[in-house]
């Protein structure tokens, strides 16, 4: 509003590409009819709904299923990835196993040895009759894209930018923030990491590899985003949506899976509602990592009451910011007084950058996916997470949380007296731009 009142035309210009409800409707829409007339591929992502959820976290699987038309699926075999390497290798393996199809979106693709190889198996299994298909983020990989694309194209992989340099005016501000790849409609990854080496060699992050039902939704989500980028798709639906695995369904050890889509133009966002739900239900204890701690209002106010009513409350992010985005450690610290005075633990993650997307609530329920847990990512950002309604998984994401833990300063009010009072005053400043960083 201050740009819009002091800069008039400027101003209206950039409100209009920075509104987080300003967004034509027209292609999703359109998707969504035509993939909705296709009877197979409906009930498949559809099955179950929310029965499959357990009966305590029913709201929240209801909130998902009826923002992300995804319902929780059953039969599952789920691999929580906190190694880049591990990722890097599973990743190449199942690549090189395809037969059928390779879908892959990215919101930031790298440009070094681990993206090459990545780029150069894409080229080799298009060659070998495998169909290939690559969305990216057009502003996130402006430099990269250009220099792969004519070496995919030439490989045989269809290649996509979300944005159109002609569509800036009206998605400039709204960012295509999912990692999903799908491999044959039978193994999917997603998650917090992209193509890099920052993620294969560097960073913690945490990632998803998965076979079962919810691999359907993930390929529901990047049919969609083929679809509203332009991309040719084929009539017949069900091929890319092959009937469940029964003995996997069976399994004993299978997680219930749950894939929730958000996107600029949803009301109520269902992320953010799950985030709430979650910390409502809650009994004993709700621990989240995120690179960035920007809450919207909402959830700012009900992760403080969920502490002062005796919910044990912890927030990871890390210690060292990315080089890229360092102004946000100070906006993450203007939260801090008012959380630790409502009871919730801080903690800071020492070493390398942490970028892990995650939460567990109670040995319950667990996420890990794509949103940051900040107002661009809950309001304006193209994203995916994963929520597992299983004890095993949760248990381990507990586990996972708690080494991670071990590796990190606890923050309290004394280290937070000794701020100066220009960092504090910063602080103030950049709160006040929170809902678009």
């Excluded at 220099?147 to 194209?153: E, F, G, S």
């Excluded at 003995?247 to 269902?270: M, N, Y």
């Amino acid at each position: 509003m201050i740009t819009l009142i002091l800069l008039l035309v400027l101003g209206l210009i950039a409100w209009l590409n920075l509104h987080p409800h300003w967004r034509p409707e027209i292609l999703d829409a359109r998707f969504k009819t035509d993939f909705a007339s296709g009877t197979g591929p409906e009930v498949r992502l559809r099955i179950e709904g929310s029965r499959e959820a357990p009966e305590q976290y029913r709201g929240i699987a209801d909130i998902a299923a009826g923002a992300s038309g995804t319902g929780v699926t059953p039969g599952n075999r789920v691999e929580v990835i906190t190694d880049g390497a591990r990722k890097y290798n599973l990743l190449m393996h199942d690549l090189a196993a395809a037969r059928e199809t390779i879908h892959m979106e990215y919101f930031l693709f790298g440009f070094d040895k681990g993206s090459r190889d990545v780029v150069n198996m894409l080229v080799k299994k298009a060659a070998e009759g495998v169909k290939v298909r690559f969305i990216s983020d057009n502003l996130m990989n402006f430099p990269t894209y250009y220099r792969y694309r004519h070496v995919l194209k030439k490989g045989g992989v269809e290649v996509l930018r979300f944005t159109k340099p002609w569509e800036l005016l009206h998605r400039f501000n709204f960012r295509n923030h999912r990692k999903i790849v799908v491999i044959d409609s039978r193994v999917a990854y997603t998650g917090g990491m992209n193509i890099s080496d920052c993620y294969f060699l560097r960073w913690r992050d945490t990632h998803l590899r998965i076979e079962g039902g919810a691999v359907a939704q993930l390929q529901y989500l990047f049919l969609n985003s083929w679809h509203t980028s332009g991309g040719r798709l084929p009539k017949d639906w069900n091929t890319f949506f092959p009937l469940p695995d029964e003995g996997l369904v069976a399994a004993p050890d299978s997680c219930r899976v749950q894939i929730v889509a958000d996107e600029p133009g949803l009301s109520p966002h269902p992320i953010e509602e799950c985030y709430m739900k979650t910390l409502e239900l809650s009994k004993e204890y709700f621990f989240l990592q995120s690179p960035y701690f920007v809450p919207t209002k909402r959830l700012l106010e009900r992760i403080k009451e969920a502490a002062r009513s005796g919910l044990d409350v912890r927030v990871m992010v890390p210690a060292k910011p990315e080089k890229i985005t360092a102004f946000m450690k100070p906006l993450h610290k203007s939260y801090y007084r008012e959380c630790l005075l409502a009871g919730i633990r801080l903690f800071e993650k020492r070493g390398e950058f942490m970028h892990s997307k995650t939460f567990v609530a109670d040995d319950t329920i667990s996420c890990i996916g794509s949103s940051n847990f900040d107002c661009r990512s809950l309001l304006m950002a193209y994203e995916a997470n994963a929520l597992m309604y299983d004890r095993q998984t949760a248990l381990l994401n507990r586990q996972i949380f708690l080494v991670d833990q071990q590796d990190c300063t606890e923050v309290t009010l004394g280290q937070l007296e000794s701020v100066p009072w220009w960092d504090r005053l910063w602080q103030r400043v950049l709160r006040l731009f929170a809902s678009m960083l």
